[in-house]
Nanobody, 125 residues
Framework: QLQLVESGGGLVQPGESLRLSCAAS????????IGWFRKAPGREREGVSC????????NSPNSVKGRFTISSDIAKNTVYLQMNNLKPEDTAVYYC??????????????????WGQGTQVTVSS
């Protein structure tokens, strides 16, 4: 059974960092695109970063560029999201998702067909 499990969320102060993990089971992350999305209260779910694991291509919106970095560890079958200089507006439930790799990735929910349950990130002083 394909499964994605997120971890690493928590409560931090503005300016601090967190590293989220997305552990896959039932399949290997290579030859897949893995994306991170977030859902804040009252807002639509939005993509924050994705990686085409085998090719290494990544994609992220301007709102997180320079602060968020996505990476993969094929040996651990895990994808990470390093989040630095966190802001209150980054508060959300963060989800990882997997879809077929096409050499590149776009932050389109329709490209991802397996989703994790999410991990809460709260940025507050």
């Amino acid at each position: 059974q394909l499964q994605l499990v997120e971890s690493g969320g928590g409560l931090v102060q503005p300016g601090e960092s967190l590293r989220l993990s997305c552990a896959a089971s039932g399949f290997t992350v290579d030859y897949h695109a893995i994306g991170w999305f977030r859902k804040a209260p009252g807002r639509e779910r939005e993509g924050v970063s994705c990686i085409a694991v085998t090719g290494g291509s990544t994609n992220s919106p301007n709102s997180v560029k320079g602060r968020f970095t996505i990476s993969s560890d094929i040996a651990k079958n895990t994808v990470y999201l390093q989040m630095n200089n966190l802001k209150p507006e980054d508060t959300a439930v963060y989800y990882c998702a997997a879809g077929p790799e096409q050499g590149w990735c776009l932050l389109r929910e329709s490209d991802f067909d397996n989703w994790g349950q999410g991990t809460q990130v709260t940025v507050s002083s």
